[in-house]
């Protein structure tokens, strides 16, 4: 064994040894969830704050203007048949969504199976359907979330424009479960404001059953979320200082929000941690490094990205140098490999090291997109790098009260820290990005 391979191998061991970022996980997950524009999400954040200074890192918040929506009562549904209710549906609201009137709201439905069916479909006074599963042939749900996704957040303004009154999709969900997902939906100017909800995969199948024997039935819905006024909230910044070149930064983040139905222990605790206990393992190991190691928790990825946004204004203010960027968004399930944004040279380069990840059952490295986060520092002339974890399960929980900390194993979630340091580790040490040498 050559010393790299050493000294990865003691990443991997003190990393599944101490499983430290799995205890601070559960630690996150046990404050509640982190919406942002939330007074929790804000607090979870300052109490992270006080655990990194106690570690010695060098910390600091950047303010970052929220938006606020709060999504109210508990929302209800049901299947109304000549008049009575018949069947109550498990719903959510989406994310921005208005609310319905205070009695609720109940209207006929039209079912959708593909956006090329709208323009035939009198949709007037009615509730939009929406029901296009995630295609389960895919073997990356990533990608068949991506398909699917367009009647999350265009759903409403496309039913508005013909009519509708109200719209529910179905979850994107890549199992059937009574589980309904939430996400962010979108407006636009001029188009009225339609309530807009999720409804369980069990239940969007249930009702598109019930619709071919009775397409007479109705949908009540009642939901009480709404909009405030934008709030301050932070992304925090811990830096571990580089020994030759400190103002050369590789930076590691997540995103430290989340949805409001379960912990977002998945979504993007793990990414949070990983990228935390990346900097943890460096420390406590003491490898070298040339580059200052940035962490960041940017706040605010879900509801339109301000964190990120701001981090990288304030980046291009200070000329700061971003030589590498790696994100961890994708869960904490085993990690299988890299998503390499990057020009071709570079993608080549991050491919030899697969040899050193080989015995950690690593072996993806493709090229591809990296984060939504880090995407925003711009690409060019930068290594932005995505962690890949095996995604057959992270579409089961995302955005669902089924993202609680049940849903994370602490080894798992490990496997994905140590990768991250190994990485950062090899990156810094062959000097492989953009003017390094
Ligand atoms: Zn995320």
């Known amino acids: 064994m050559d010393s790299t391979h050493q000294t990865i191998r003691s990443i991997y061991n003190l990393a599944l040894t101490e499983q430290q970022g799995y205890k601070w996980l559960k630690e996150l997950c046990s404050m509640g969830p982190r919406l942002s524009g939330s007074d929790q999400a804000t607090a979870s954040l300052l109490h992270f704050k006080k655990k990194i200074d106690s570690l010695g890192f060098e910390s600091t918040l950047q303010s970052v203007t929220v938006p606020k929506w709060v999504r109210g009562a508990q929302e209800t549904a049901w299947i109304v048949r000549e008049g009575k209710k018949v069947e109550d549906l498990a719903i959510t609201a989406l994310g921005g969504s208005v609310a319905t009137p205070n009695n609720g709201l109940i209207a006929g439905l039209v079912e959708i199976s593909s956006f090329e069916q709208l323009d ?3 949709l007037e006074g009615k509730i939009a359907f929406y ?10 749900t990533g990608f068949a979330y991506g398909n699917a996704v367009k009647q999350r957040w265009a759903g409403a303004i496309e039913a508005s424009k013909r009519g509708a009154v109200g719209v529910v999709i179905r979850s994107l969900s890549s199992s059937i479960n009574k589980y309904p997902h939430t996400g962010s939906m979108s407006y636009e100017e001029g188009t009225k404001k339609i309530p807009a909800a999720a409804l369980s995969t069990f239940h969007a199948e249930l009702l598109s059953k019930e619709l071919r024997k009775n397409p007479a039935l109705k949908l009540k819905m009642n939901m009480a979320c709404r909009w405030y006024d934008s709030v301050e909230s932070y992304n925090l910044i811990a830096d571990l200082k580089g020994s030759e070149r400190p103002e050369e930064l590789i930076l590691v983040s997540g995103h430290f929000d989340s949805w409001d139905l379960g912990t977002g222990a998945h979504d993007d605790g793990a990414g949070s ?5 990346s900097l943890y393992l460096y420390q406590k190991l003491s490898l070298p490094h040339k580059r200052t190691l940035r962490l960041v928790f940017y706040m605010n990825e879900e509801f339109g990205l301000s964190g990120a946004k701001a981090y990288a204004k304030m980046s ?11 994100e961890s968004d994708g869960g904490g399930f085993t990690p299988k490999g890299f998503s390499i944004q990057s020009s071709k040279e570079m993608v080549e380069r991050v491919k030899t090291y697969r040899d050193y990840f080989e015995p950690y059952g690593i072996y993806q490295f493709a090229s591809g997109g990296s984060g939504a986060d880090i995407s925003q520092l711009g690409s060019d002339n930068k290594l932005l790098i995505g962690l890949r974890p095996d995604n ?3 579409f089961e929980v995302h955005h669902s009260a089924l993202d609680n900390i049940k849903a994370v194993n602490a080894r798992e979630l490990t496997m994905g820290s140590a990768a991250l340091t190994a990485l950062i580790y090899l990156l810094d040490r062959d000097d492989v990005c953009f003017n390094c040498d």
């Open 131 to 140: 029901n296009i599963p995630m295609d389960p042939t895919y073997i990356s």
């Open 273 to 277: 941690m990983h990228a935390l206990e």
């Open 316 to 326: 291009q203010a200070k000329k700061l140098k971003h030589v590498i960027a790696i």
């Open 392 to 394: 057959h399960r992270y």
């Open 120 to 122: 035939s479909l009198n």
